[in-house]
């Protein structure tokens, strides 16, 4: 167990939450890391909420045992099926003092500050569009926005096989985005991890009146408001930062994945067993 408290913890079902992790690196690059993927679990999008809330429950026991002081849920599914659970009833019984927060909240609040937004898409796992989080946090913050939500549940294995950019997977967005188009969206979230290997095929399919943004991007901004509000975390800036992975499954595939999804050489990665 590590006794340095000085460590931001990424947990995702498996590699999707790279996508969000790369943009910490970008904004948030002199604090010490550790990511945890649950890759012999994944998928998480088609499990039932118990088992969801179960296998993130885990998850954070372990990024805290490794001295993580705030967690960051990168992962659509758990934080819109376990978060508010661990939130409101793990944390205070077991972790008083540290902290655990989702990628939903960030979304929904950049959507609903954005004054040109009246018609809003989400896509996302089957888990996190029938959970209805996003609909729900969106229209607490903005009642007018009105949401639209579907389950695109085919994409998550294609962009893992890394077939992101092939044709066939283009097309599946496609038939997918279809209806959505006919709803004259102003915005289109992308609900889930791994989508934003896809950000630009979205966005052509959705055309220029329509807004796909980078959730990474938006997601990383929220953090570096977040910690600059908690300084109580004791989370500070250190002159040579260190990244430590851990997964659930083989590590040579998490590493061969891994660095195509975040762009950059994964050189300390462990397996463990949660
Ligand atoms: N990480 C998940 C999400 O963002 C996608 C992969 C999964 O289904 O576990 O919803």
Same mark, same amino acid.
């Given at each position: 167990?590590?006794?340095?408290?000085?460590?931001?913890?990424?947990?995702?079902?498996?590699? =999707?939450?790279?996508?969000?992790?790369?943009?910490?690196? !970008?904004?948030?690059? /002199?604090? @010490?890391?550790?990511?945890?993927?649950?890759?012999?679990? &994944?998928?998480?999008?088609?499990?039932?909420?118990?088992?969801?809330?179960?296998?993130?429950?885990?998850?954070?026991?372990?990024?805290?045992? /490794?001295?993580?002081?705030?967690?960051?849920?990168? #992962?659509?599914?758990?934080?819109?099926?376990?978060?508010?659970?661990?939130?409101?009833?793990? $944390?205070? /019984?077991?972790?008083?003092?540290?902290?655990?927060?989702?990628?939903?909240?960030?979304?929904?609040?950049?959507?609903?500050?954005?004054?040109?937004?009246?018609? &809003? +898409?989400?896509?996302?796992? %089957?888990?996190?569009?029938?959970?209805?989080?996003? !609909?729900?946090?969106?229209? !607490?913050?903005?009642?007018?926005?009105? &949401?639209?939500?579907?389950?695109?549940?085919?994409?998550?294995?294609?962009?893992?096989?890394?077939?992101?950019? %092939?044709?066939?997977?283009?097309?599946?967005?496609?038939?997918?985005?279809?209806? $959505?188009?006919?709803?004259?969206?102003?915005?289109?979230?992308?609900? #889930?991890?791994?989508?934003?290997?896809?950000?630009?095929?979205?966005?052509?399919?959705?055309?220029?009146? #329509?807004?796909?943004?980078?959730? =990474?991007?938006?997601?990383?901004?929220?953090?570096?408001?977040?910690?600059?509000?908690?300084?109580? $975390?004791?989370?500070?800036?250190?002159?040579?930062?260190?990244? @430590?992975?851990?997964?659930?499954?083989?590590?040579?595939?998490?590493?061969? &994945?891994?660095?195509?999804?975040? +762009?950059?050489?994964?050189?300390?990665?462990?397996?463990?067993?949660?």
């Amino acid at each position: 167990m590590s006794t340095n408290k000085n460590i931001i913890g990424i947990f995702d079902s498996g590699l =999707g939450g790279l996508s969000v992790f790369k943009y910490f690196l !970008k904004k948030l690059p /002199q604090f @010490n890391y550790i990511y945890l993927g649950d890759n012999a679990r &994944v998928p998480y999008g088609g499990k039932s909420q118990e088992v969801i809330y179960e296998y993130t429950k885990e998850a954070i026991d372990f990024l805290f045992s /490794q001295g993580a002081n705030l967690i960051i849920i990168a #992962c659509n599914t758990a934080s819109a099926e376990a978060l508010k659970k661990i939130q409101q009833e793990y $944390l205070p /019984q077991k972790y008083p003092h540290q902290k655990v927060l989702g990628v939903i909240r960030p979304l929904a609040e950049a959507a609903s500050q954005n004054k040109k937004l009246t018609r &809003v +898409g989400v896509i996302g796992t %089957k888990a996190t569009i029938s959970s209805n989080v996003y !609909k729900t946090e969106i229209k !607490k913050l903005n009642p007018q926005i009105k &949401v639209f939500q579907l389950s695109t549940p085919l994409l998550v294995p294609l962009i893992e096989e890394g077939w992101a950019h %092939k044709p066939e997977t283009k097309n599946i967005l496609k038939s997918y985005l279809t209806p $959505l188009k006919t709803k004259h969206l102003d915005a289109l979230i992308l609900g #889930c991890t791994h989508y934003p290997f896809m950000l630009s095929e979205a966005k052509k399919i959705m055309g220029r009146s #329509c807004l796909v943004p980078n959730t =990474g991007r938006i997601i990383a901004q929220s953090l570096k408001d977040y910690l600059k509000r908690h300084l109580e $975390l004791e989370l500070t800036p250190v002159f040579k930062p260190t990244i @430590n992975f851990y997964t659930t499954d083989d590590v040579k595939q998490f590493k061969k &994945v891994g660095e195509k999804f975040l +762009g950059q050489k994964i050189t300390k990665i462990k397996k463990i067993t949660l």
